[in-house]
């Protein structure tokens, strides 16, 4: 499986983004697609996940901003970020992982695949 992400950029506080994480190579079953993020400094952190079951789930942090979801026809995991914070600012990462099961969604390690960060900055 391969995992190419895309969509960072330099924005304005308040402004908008929208990340695409793109797959490819043998498919499996029973997915789920995270996106991660690293600020300078700190460690990666869990920013939503989309589970083959359709369910999404959420950072509190960006619960209410930012919106996961799935594009069959592109084979993408999208991640609609709304309302964007300096705070926000970080490199983010889609990862694909197989059964992993609903309390280790948040969980970096639980990840068997990753995509290149794309950099998302945004200024006050």
């Known amino acids: 499986v391969q995992l190419q992400a895309s969509g960072g950029g330099l924005v304005q506080a308040g402004d908008s983004l929208r990340l695409s994480c793109a797959t490819s190579?043998?498919?499996?079953?029973?997915?789920?697609i995270g996106w991660f993020r690293q600020a300078p400094g700190k460690e990666r952190e869990f920013v939503a996940a989309?589970?083959?079951?359709?369910?999404?789930y959420y950072a509190d942090s960006v619960k209410g901003r930012f919106t996961i979801s799935r594009d069959n026809a592109k084979n993408t995991v999208n991640l609609q970020m709304n309302s964007l914070k300096p705070e926000d600012t970080a490199v983010y990462y889609c990862?694909?992982?197989?059964?992993?099961?609903?309390?280790?969604?948040?969980?970096?390690?639980?990840?068997?695949?990753w995509g290149q960060g794309t950099q998302v900055t945004v200024s006050s």
């Open positions: 989309f589970r083959w079951s359709g369910s999404t």
């Open positions: 990862a694909a992982g197989q059964r992993i099961i609903l309390s280790s969604i948040r969980t970096a390690s639980m990840y068997d695949y």
């Open positions: 190579g043998r498919p499996f079953s029973n997915y789920a």
